[in-house]
């Protein structure tokens, strides 16, 4: 297709009705006030000296490349690419209040779940328990420094650094403002996003647990229990789509998560 | 239906992190996203060649991966090395068959996939296959989803090894196995991050 004559459909697959995509068109259609223009000319203007386009109407799908206009999303809502099928957009069902919740609940579970041990065995009177980070521990001290790595990073630092950053994000939008370190927090959180591995690292102590019942008496610890908790919610709260948030500052007042903000 | 045009040829370039677009011709090396600072990529640099070199050297330590013990396990009975497939033999002679396919589909399964999945994706694109190129789409972001769970064996011996302390009537240690298998989940995560899914449907034509 030609750069020219591109034309940018609206049907990436997502039930929006027809005033709702319109509302996304102000950007392109000048007002016919004059001093607006002006403002609006201007603007255009110095967003295309830094290469910008004036908040983004524009979606491109970083799956597959395809540029579509930024559909206007309700709660609950995704859209599709209609050229390879990933999901381009979300709008959660929660809504800040709610995300920022989950984010807090996250990050207490998160300190009863490294403070209390995750499993326990008992043998003739003698028993042993471990917490996650006397794992990491024992781990780095018989030799296994790379095994021990990887268990810090992925199941300690990066779920809490994304809990936590999650609230401390959600707690300044809230308050429509930009929390301190924006930029930066949005970056790593993004990066760091794959290498969390909570859900693994529960179905590693069932699968312990069956392994050793025959053997040992085997005493689950409040550890293990919290983790299993935080698996929900950090589910719940790092599918949610935050890349909305960098829009949102451009809103007056408290803004929702649909990134779809003119 | 209607084909949505392609940023590349609009001359338009996605931020992968913040997913702000921005318009830019030309190359693209050096080019930062005017928003987050991280670098934007029409196609991110030296795909094949990376991912081809990740996901080979994690092939070769797969094999020490499997053949090497993972952990050992002491009792009165006597010290036995335990490799990943071991370990699922064990289970399955003592009817734990859940837990035998759990490790199995996690330690063996789901690396083997992954190995077959990258090394097609990266032929086809590089051919500029035409067919199925939403399946091998989906086929990609299925690559990703699954990758991290064949850390469930490096995470049980790691947990095992720190809890069972019995002295003689029972004990358990790491073994360098685990070493390499914890090297092949991390390279084959990377693998999958440097390859470039928009590779998938570029090619002469966008018609599928």
Known sequence: MRAQDAHLPHDANHSVNRRQLDKHHVIDSYPSDGRQFAIITALHRLMATLRLNASSPLLICEHCDSVYRRPGLSRGESSRCVRCDAVLERREWLELDGLQAMALAGSILFVIANSWPVLSLGLGGQREATTLWGMAVFMWNDGYPIIASITVITLLIVPFLRMAGIFWLLAWARRGRRAPAFIGLMVILARIKPWAMVEVFVLGVLVAIVKSKAYYDVDPGAGIFAYAALTILATVASSADLRGLWDQDLQDGPGQLDGSSV | ?208
């Open chain 2, 1 to 208: 239906m209607n084909v949505p045009p392609r940023a590349i040829d609009l001359g338009l370039v996605g931020c992968h992190v913040c997913g702000m677009v921005c318009r830019h011709k030309g190359s693209d090396v050096g080019l930062a996203c005017p928003r987050c600072g991280s670098a934007l990529h029409q196609r991110r640099h030296h795909a094949y060649a990376i991912t081809w070199a990740l996901l080979i050297a994690a092939a070769i330590l797969f094999i020490p991966a499997n053949l090497v013990p993972i952990m050992n396990t002491a009792s009165l009975y006597g010290s036995y090395d335990n490799t990943i497939i071991g370990g699922v033999v064990e289970f399955w002679h003592n009817k734990e068959y859940d837990i035998a396919v759990v490790i199995f589909v996690a330690s063996i399964v789901v690396p083997t996939l992954k190995f077959i999945a990258l090394g097609l994706l990266l032929i086809t694109s590089k051919r500029g296959a035409r067919r199925g190129r939403r399946q091998r789409a989906k086929l990609y972001r299925g690559v990703e989803l699954i990758g991290y769970w064949s850390m469930l064996d490096v995470f049980v011996v790691a947990l095992m090894s720190a809890l069972v302390h019995f002295g003689l009537l029972g004990s358990a240690a790491p073994r360098p196995g685990v070493i390499y298998f914890g090297l092949v989940v991390v390279l084959t995560m990377f693998a999958a991050m440097s390859f470039d899914p928009r590779l998938i449907w570029d090619g002469d034509s966008d018609d599928d």
